[in-house]
């Protein structure tokens, strides 16, 4: 059974710090990512990363500001966020695939999710 649970969001002020964290079981991945929606709006990659080289992937909104990482041992992948905005807010969601090697931009490249986590930034 392949499970991927989030945790770590909540609420924060602008400005501040919140590291989420994804543990994957059930199987490995070749790549896993961050997404984050918000209501009435697609799904936006967040950052990647693939698996066995820890090269990553940013989008150009975070930056400088997000950085995503993983634990090889703990099979877990963070996304340590800084200098929160308001717009950051959204849920923000784990994905992983086993068969992409690329770190891809797009949702849909992605067989295995998250529950999401909310994360609310406040002005």
């Known amino acids: 059974q392949v499970q991927l649970v989030e945790s770590g969001g909540g609420l924060v002020q602008a400005g501040g710090s919140l590291r989420l964290s994804c543990t994957a079981s059930?199987?490995?991945?070749?790549?896993m990512a961050w997404f984050r929606q918000v209501p009435g709006k697609e799904r936006d990659f967040v950052a990647g990363?693939?698996?066995?080289?820890?090269?990553?992937l940013h989008a150009d909104s975070v930056k400088g500001r997000f950085t995503v990482s993983r634990d090889d041992v703990k099979n877990t992948l963070y996304l340590q966020m800084s200098s929160l905005k308001p717009e950051d807010t959204a849920v923000y969601y784990c994905?992983?695939?086993?068969?992409?090697?690329?770190?891809?931009?797009?949702?849909?490249?992605?067989?295995?999710w998250g529950q999401g986590t909310q994360v609310t930034v406040s002005s």
């Open positions: 990363i693939r698996w066995s080289t820890g090269s990553s």
């Open positions: 994905a992983a695939d086993q068969r992409i090697i690329l770190i891809s931009i797009r949702p849909t490249a992605y067989d295995y």
């Open positions: 059930g199987r490995t991945f070749s790549t």
